[in-house]
């Protein structure tokens, strides 16, 4: 059984035998910009992840503005 | 993967510093490192009023959590800026601030921007040449206004922000891709209250990676708003974090070069101090008090409805 991988809502497949960071890097995750918890709990990117595993990936990344970074005063 | 510190598993490893935790450790580590930036940069002590700026989402909460563990005198602020995008965003990030603040016995302003000026933030925007197509640049002066106003009406000695350095390194890249003289002169992890009317600023997360708070929060168990800013979606701050992360990847500690070499420049006096052509007087708001360079109102009261206008909803 493949080895499934969720951010937020969307799904992703991939064959087991991999590391987590290789896994991220398959699907185009960057592995700075999320967490991953197996069975509740939080692992490594070096993680071999074995057959059925499901991965939750949280996404890290927030912020939003347009221009003038910074502040005026 | 072992924890450095002991031989239990490692929930975290952090390339940039050749670092991997545990649990336990992790949650050691980051209000070690938190109270080491705070130091180093005297950002304040133990005596000062501090006033953190809540969103309810994991690097401010966070911030504070990690305030309270250090023994420092802090209260909240979370300013409701009326944003819903179907997501009741506002509403919950609110919920999740004072329940936050509650669970600790910690004191929490709520300022909302709709009772105090008559208009939502997204309203504000719509009416305003200011907001154009999005309301980020009217949010950003409206949240800087009202934090100030909030400190010092408080007398609060500080105000601290939770900008991680993947903020601070995103902004610094976009200065730099512009050349923008008056912003790169005036980030440092501390603005000092140089003028009558502002309040000294500090951004204690401003060394720690994004990804070490939300395991932070996750680990510590907070809970946080953990949908993004429905305005957010194809922001610069979000696009330049990405091609940060793409550089980290390649790069473990990149970001953190990238932000430490800069202060370590401006020091060592990289920028001129004339360097910034917006540099002027600053004169009092008659509306407001609070310092401003544009003559008349500052920008925010030419911003807002008149009072009388502002109540009437």
């Known amino acids: 059984m493949p080895v499934k991988l969720i951010l937020r809502n969307q799904e992703f497949e991939v064959k087991a035998g991999m590391t987590l960071r290789h896994c991220l890097l398959k699907i185009g995750v960057q592995p700075e910009a999320v967490l991953a918890i197996l069975d509740g709990q939080m692992i490594t990117e070096e993680v071999i992840l074995q057959d059925g595993q499901v991965v939750k990936l949280i996404a890290v990344i927030s912020g939003g503005s347009r221009a003038g970074q910074g502040t005026h005063t | 993967m072992k924890c450095r510190r002991c031989s239990e598993k490692a929930v975290i490893n952090m390339r940039q510093h050749k670092l991997a935790l545990c649990k336990v450790h992790f949650l050691d580590w980051i209000p070690e490192q938190a109270e080491r930036f705070i130091k180093k940069y005297r950002m304040f002590g133990h005596a000062d009023r501090v006033l953190v700026a809540v969103s309810g989402g994991k690097d ?4 504070w959590d ?11 602020l979370y300013i409701d800026l009326g944003i819903d995008g179907g997501l009741a965003y506002s509403a919950k990030s609110q919920r999740l ?44 002066l409206a949240k800087r206004h009202v934090m100030n106003q909030v400190a010092r009406q408080g007398d609060y000695t500080v105000l601290v922000t939770g900008h991680n350095l993947d903020d601070e390194a995103a902004v610094l890249f976009s200065n730099t891709l512009n050349w923008l003289p008056g912003y790169l002169l005036r980030q440092w992890p501390v603005l000092e209250a140089n003028r009558p009317g502002l ?109 009388d206008q502002a109540n009437s909803r």
């Open chain 2, 66 to 76: 990690v305030l309270w563990r250090l023994g420092y005198p802090a209260d909240g």
């Open chain 2, 97 to 140: 601030a004072e329940k936050f603040a509650a669970e600790r016995g910690l004191r929490l302003h709520v300022v909302s921007i709709l009772q105090e000026y008559g208009e939502t933030i997204p309203e504000m925007a719509e009416r305003t040449w200011r907001g154009h197509t999005k309301p980020c640049s009217v949010c950003g």
């Open chain 2, 199 to 307: 309040v000294r600023k500090a951004k204690p997360l401003c060394r720690l990676y994004e990804r070490e708070m939300a395991a932070y929060a996750l680990l510590s168990g907070i809970e946080y708003e953990y949908d993004e800013c429905p305005h957010a979606t194809g922001s610069n701050t979000i696009f330049y974090k990405e091609l940060l992360n793409r550089l980290e990847a390649e790069r473990p500690g990149a970001k953190l070069g990238f932000y430490l070499s800069f202060l370590q420049a401006k020091q060592n006096g990289l920028f001129a101090a004339d360097a910034d052509p917006g540099v002027q007087a600053l004169h009092t708001c008659p509306r407001c008090g609070q310092p401003t360079s544009a003559p008349g109102e500052c920008a925010f009261c030419r911003m807002v409805k008149p009072a």
């Open chain 2, 60 to 63: 401010s909460l966070s911030l």
